[in-house]
């Protein structure tokens, strides 16, 4: 049996350590909508500085922005901001689109 396919949705500062120390052991996909996010870490760039440049450039870690890189994979992950308003409610639009996105990614005949 192969090793689950995992995709981790929003590579920022939680979404990139965990892909990438996922990807040591599993077929994992970091996708990202931000096209540009995607560019700099196939350049070995991350922003946050979660991950160094060398840790990037060898990992297995599979990069996309495309959606369709990510169809039929075994788990999704999101990792998307939440950020709060002045009323300490979570702004939960990212999740929502980030779901949206991954439920018409699904095969419904991968069944666990």
């Known amino acids: 049996m192969s090793p689950p396919r995992i995709v ?5 500062y939680v979404g990139l350590p ?4 996922l990807a040591r052991k599993f077929d994992v996909t970091g996708m990202d909508k931000d096209s540009g996010r995607i560019a700099e870490l196939r350049e070995g760039h991350d922003r946050t500085r979660e991950v160094d440049t060398e840790t990037l450039r060898s ?4 990069l996309a922005d495309d959606p369709e890189e990510c169809r039929g994979a075994d788990v999704y992950i999101v990792t998307v901001p939440t950020p709060v308003d002045a009323h300490n ?3 939960l639009a990212a999740v929502m689109s980030a779901t ?13």
Not at 8 to 12: M, R
């Open 8 to 12: 981790i949705v929003g590579l920022g």
């Open 18 to 21: 965990l892909a990438v120390a």
């Open 59 to 62: 990992s297995p870690l599979k």
């Open 89 to 91: 409610r979570p702004d």
């Open 100 to 112: 949206r996105t991954i439920a018409g990614l699904i095969d419904p005949a991968k069944r666990p």
